[in-house]
């Protein structure tokens, strides 16, 4: 089965500095990994995802991950934050991707929180 | 435009009752789902429709129960109501390879 493990609930950081978001997920076959961004009353929006081919993912609003397959990983991170980057930030892996029986694990969240 | 809404925003509620959420996308996606999100903001899927087929059933209490007059529209019955019910429900939507698209979500409180 598969499984997303985000360790920290919540991460603080000043502005302008850089933040990294920890993702480790657990899957038996093939895995696809992604990263949603749910802002206050709000619901998630894509900012970047894994399928194939490079480990170095860019996503939207400066965000990047890196797949790493032997850590079982897929780190977020930004080299410098906004107060408007503060968010809930959740990490998610499917075993296929595309087709109606597709459906996303998510882990349970990491809050950004920005300070000026 | 929203690509995918959701009615009511908030739900104030009684245990026992029976209350309805709706959910439209203008997408033109064939897949809805929808999605529970609890006090701790541990997000599971629910059940998932193509095309108004079931596709995805995920355990969910019989006392919720899907409906999908067409394939813009899923909606979420739930009877009976309990406090454990309470929670933020999210529809969304998507085709083939595209990532999800996800509501502003539907706070339910049961009291």
């Known amino acids: 089965a598969q499984s997303v493990t985000q360790l920290d609930s919540q991460v603080p950081v000043f502005e302008e500095a850089p933040v990294e978001l920890r993702c480790n997920y657990s899957s038996s076959v093939s895995v696809y990994l992604f990263w949603y961004v749910q802002y206050p009353n709000q619901g998630l929006q894509l900012l970047l995802k894994?399928?194939?081919?490079?480990?170095l993912v860019k996503g939207i609003n400066g965000f990047e991950a890196e797949f790493n397959k032997s850590q079982t990983s897929f780190h977020l991170r930004k080299p410098s934050v906004h107060i408007s980057d503060t968010a809930e930030y959740f990490c998610?892996?499917?075993?296929?991707?595309?087709?109606?029986?597709?459906?996303?694990?998510f882990g349970t969240g990491t809050l950004l929180a920005v300070q000026p | 435009d929203t690509a995918v809404s959701q009615t009511p925003k908030y739900l104030v509620t009684q245990m026992g009752n029976d209350k309805s959420i709706k959910c439209e996308q203008n997408l033109g996606h064939d897949t809805m789902y929808w999605y529970k999100q609890d006090s701790k903001k541990f997000l599971k899927i629910m059940f998932s429709?193509?095309?108004?087929?079931?596709?995805i059933n995920e355990t969910v209490p019989n006392r919720f129960s899907p409906k999908s007059p067409d394939k813009a529209h899923l909606n979420l019955h739930i009877n009976s109501l309990e406090l454990g019910d309470s929670a933020v429900y999210f529809c969304?939507?998507?085709?083939?390879?595209?990532?999800?698209?996800f509501g502003n979500g539907t706070r339910l409180t049961v009291t």
């Open positions: 998610a892996v499917s075993d296929t991707y595309g087709g109606a029986t597709n459906k996303l694990i």
């Open positions: 894994y399928l194939s081919g490079s480990t």
């Open positions: 429709y193509n095309n108004k087929e079931l596709i």
């Open positions: 969304a939507s998507k085709a083939g390879d595209s990532p999800l698209h």
